[in-house]
């Protein structure tokens, strides 16, 4: 049974699910029931560590290397704020060792441009609200750990990278018994196909792809619609009329940073203008963005991973929300 609130919060605030599976016999508890999303393992590889906050164009970083785990969970926390969710993990790592290297939250670390700077699992895998998210990072000798949790009315995210150490042959990614029966995991991660109405993407899971909208390579014109997302945007924004949103282009990696983030936002602004002049939407309540290839959701080393890179992508810009509409 589905249940909501600050009394959902306390309810379930000691039932932990089984434990995250760090090298060296580290786990971590999540102190909400949880359902995984992703778990993806590499033997070797590297990872751009945030260090700071964004400033004068750019993440300092520090390169590590070795065994990564990446994996994301979706909890059945509602109500709960991200530092709830993010602070008994961080005491869990304090605990095994495991000692800080930088902290921040939303707008401290540099909000939209930090997001987009750092390594984060596309949408539904992962959910960063831009207005309200934490990032933590520690290291244990070789070994580093960063965090990013987020949420949403609903629910709450959390993506975890891992590098360093022996790769755990066990799953990091177990459903709880205890977890609620009704949060199995999303319609789109078993089958592909996410059946949700659009709107309802929007408002609960941020970032909403405009998947048949097409650019070429290096192109920022778009080909000829009509196309069925704008047309759905545009009805959930006529149906919504407080709503303000922001469009955001993303390229594949062919090219240099600074003249990609320029075509991305390129495209972005096409759309925009596609639903200002066509769609009759108000200049004022779409904004366009871009952020190059920073934010990839597959490889850049096939065509048919940099069509899919190439994409533009719609998030709701509007706090609070008020109560959602859809079209069908």
Same mark, same amino acid.
């Given at each position: 049974m589905k249940q909501t609130g600050k009394s959902f919060v306390a309810a379930f605030a000691l039932a932990l699910v089984p434990p995250i599976g760090l090298a060296q016999?580290?786990?971590?508890?999540?102190?909400?029931?949880?359902?995984?999303?992703?778990?993806?393992?590499?033997?070797?590889?590297?990872?751009?560590?945030?260090?700071?906050?964004?400033?004068?164009?750019?993440?300092?970083?520090?390169?590590?290397?070795?065994?990564?785990?990446?994996t994301a969970w979706r909890i059945d926390a509602a109500g709960a704020t991200t530092l709830e969710v993010l602070a008994p993990l961080r005491a869990q790592l304090t605990t095994a060792g495991f000692t800080p290297v930088f902290e921040c939250d939303s707008a401290a670390c540099g909000g939209f441009d930090f997001r987009y700077a750092t390594?984060?699992?596309?949408?539904?895998?992962?959910?960063?609200?831009l207005g309200d998210y934490r990032f933590y990072a520690a290291e244990r000798g070789e070994e580093v750990v960063s965090l990013i949790v987020s949420r949403t009315a609903a629910a709450g995210f959390v993506q975890m990278i891992h590098v360093g150490g022996p790769v755990s042959a066990a799953p990091l990614l177990t459903t709880s018994t205890k977890t609620p029966e009704d949060t199995a995991l999303p319609a789109k991660v078993a089958t592909g196909v996410?059946?949700?109405?659009?709107?309802?993407?929007?408002?609960?899971? &941020? =970032?909403?792809? @405009?998947?048949?909208?097409? !650019? /070429? +390579? &290096? =192109?920022?014109? @778009?080909?000829?619609?009509? !196309? /069925? +997302?704008?047309?759905m945007l545009a009805d959930w924004l006529r149906q919504n009329p407080a709503v303000t949103v922001a469009l955001v282009g993303h390229t594949d990696a062919s090219g240099g940073l600074e003249?990609?983030?320029?075509?991305?936002?390129?495209?972005?602004?096409?759309?925009?203008?596609?639903?200002?002049?066509?769609?009759?939407?108000?200049?004022?309540?779409?904004?366009?963005?871009?952020?190059?290839?920073?934010?990839?959701?597959?490889?850049?080393?096939?065509?048919?991973?940099?069509?899919?890179?190439?994409?533009?992508?719609?998030?709701?810009?509007?706090?609070?929300?008020?109560?959602?509409?859809?079209?069908?």
């Open positions: 016999a580290v786990t971590l508890e999540m102190p909400f029931p949880a359902v995984p999303s992703v778990d993806k393992t590499e033997a070797l590889s590297s990872y751009a560590l945030p260090l700071g906050a964004y400033a004068d164009g750019e993440v300092p970083i520090r390169t590590v290397e070795g065994p990564l785990r990446q390594q984060i699992l596309p949408e539904p895998e992962m959910h960063v609200d996410d059946p949700t109405p659009f709107g309802e993407r929007l408002i609960s899971g &941020g =970032a909403v792809a @405009l998947e048949d909208l097409e !650019f /070429a +390579s &290096g =192109a920022s014109t @778009l080909s000829e619609g009509p !196309f /069925a +997302s704008l047309t003249g990609n983030i320029a075509l991305s936002r390129q495209r972005a602004e096409a759309v925009r203008q596609v639903l200002i002049s066509a769609e009759g939407i108000p200049a004022a309540r779409v904004a366009a963005q871009g952020v190059g290839y920073l934010a990839p959701r597959s490889t850049n080393l096939t065509e048919d991973g940099r069509d899919k890179n190439r994409r533009v992508e719609v998030i709701v810009t509007s706090t609070p929300i008020p109560p959602a509409q859809d079209s069908q």
